[in-house]
């Protein structure tokens, strides 16, 4: 079954730091870029950060820029996400992503989610 | 920073078509894709590279691209397509992916 889970999700205090993790199986990720993409409660889609295959180009939304780190391992058919500082408005659930195809520019498959709380 | 702007909702009856357009400055010029978001589960690509229906997509599912706005059709609509769309595309400009703000179809 091709499918990819996150994992790292939780409550945490406003300023804190939370790593997500993706990990894939049934599905090669090492030559694909991929993805963060976020949904607050009740809201819609929210890029968040895009990592290329073999990590050399990064992207942030501005809104998560210099407090989010994306990083992958390759070896480990996994993605992460360090969120440091976090504000009330970083909760959501967060997804990850992988592009359709190399170089592709739409997201084909989707992990299930995990949900961050940031609250005190 | 580019926005694309999608209808809230749209409703429609069962069988008809429905319309949902996502509004981007000269978004002719760039690729659209589309998903389907039902309550509680991850978004599903329904439509990439503005008219590419992925396997397992029933033609139902259409899409076009033109000046400043895509769209996309749904036609002889059933109970099932109920759910939120997005539009969504990378704005090299940029260097970021963009969402649309999101349609919620209901079928009547």
């Known amino acids: 079954e091709v499918q990819l889970v996150e994992s790292g999700g939780g409550l945490v205090k406003p300023g804190g730091s939370l790593r997500l993790s993706c990990a894939a199986s049934?599905?090669?990720?090492?030559?694909?870029?991929m993805d963060w993409v976020r949904q607050a409660p009740g809201k819609g889609l929210e890029w968040v950060s895009s990592?290329?295959?073999?990590?050399?180009?990064?992207y942030y939304a501005d809104s998560v820029k210099g407090r989010f780190t994306i990083s992958r391992d390759n070896a480990k058919n996994s993605l992460y996400l360090q969120m440091n500082s976090l504000r009330a408005d970083d909760t959501a659930v967060y997804y990850c992503?992988?592009?359709?195809?190399?170089?592709?520019?739409?997201?084909?498959?989707w992990g299930q989610g995990t949900l961050v709380t940031v609250s005190s | 920073s580019y926005v694309l702007t999608q209808p809230p909702s749209v409703s429609v009856a069962p069988g008809k078509t429905a319309r949902i357009t996502c509004g981007g400055n000269?978004?002719?010029?760039?690729?659209v894709h589309w998903y389907q978001q039902k309550p509680g589960q991850a978004p599903v690509l329904v439509i990439y590279?503005?008219?590419d229906r992925p396997s397992g997509i029933p033609e139902r599912f259409s899409g076009s691209n033109s000046a400043n706005t895509a769209t996309l059709t749904i036609s002889r609509v059933e109970a099932g397509d109920e759910a939120d769309y997005y539009c969504?595309?990378?704005?090299?400009?940029?260097?970021?992916?963009?969402f649309g703000t999101g349609t919620k179809v209901t079928v009547l």
């Open positions: 992503a992988r592009v359709g195809d190399v170089g592709a520019e739409y997201f084909q498959h």
């Open positions: 049934g599905l090669t990720l090492n030559t694909y870029s």
């Open positions: 990592i290329s295959s073999s990590s050399s180009y990064i």
């Open positions: 000269i978004i002719g010029s760039k690729s």
């Open positions: 590279s503005d008219i």
């Open positions: 969504q595309l990378w704005d090299s400009y940029s260097d970021r992916y963009v």
